[in-house]
Nanobody, 124 residues
Framework: QVQLVESGGGLVQAGGSLRLSCVAS????????MGWFRQAPGKEREFVAA????????RYQESVKGRFTISRDNAKNTVYLQMNSLKPEDTAVYYC?????????????????WGQGTQVTVSS
């Protein structure tokens, strides 16, 4: 497993942007499929986006398509989530996660490495 640490969360007004970063430990980062999930108060954790080890394959939740972009820099062991046109309903704790064999899965149970989360709050 890799150790993951997220950063970049904060408070932003609706329509604004944030970029989340997730730094991984270890030398096998490029072999991991990486995902972003989020959890709002009182709700279940939900899939946001995922990216393949090479960075070519990507998958998004429908509600964030066209607004969010997932990317990675394997030389820096980092995965990013660029979030534009933020809405109040995007407010949640955002987690990055990794898996070796389950691909661009939307199921959080398929990811076995998790960060501690970073809070994103979008005000109206």
């Amino acid at each position: 497993q890799v150790q993951l640490v997220e950063s970049g969360g904060g408070l932003v007004q609706a329509g604004g942007s944030l970029r989340l970063s997730c730094v991984a430990s270890g030398r096998t980062f490029s072999t991991y499929f990486m995902g972003w999930f989020r959890q709002a108060p009182g709700k279940e954790r939900e899939f946001v986006a995922a990216v393949s080890g090479s960075g070519v394959g990507k998958r998004y939740q429908e509600s964030v398509k066209g607004r969010f972009t997932i990317s990675r820099d394997n030389a820096k062991n980092t995965v990013y989530l660029q979030m534009n046109s933020l809405k109040p309903e995007d407010t949640a704790v955002y987690y990055c996660a990794g898996n070796l064999v389950m691909g661009l899965s939307t199921d959080s149970r398929h990811f076995n490495s998790w960060g501690q989360g970073t809070q994103v709050t979008v005000s109206s």
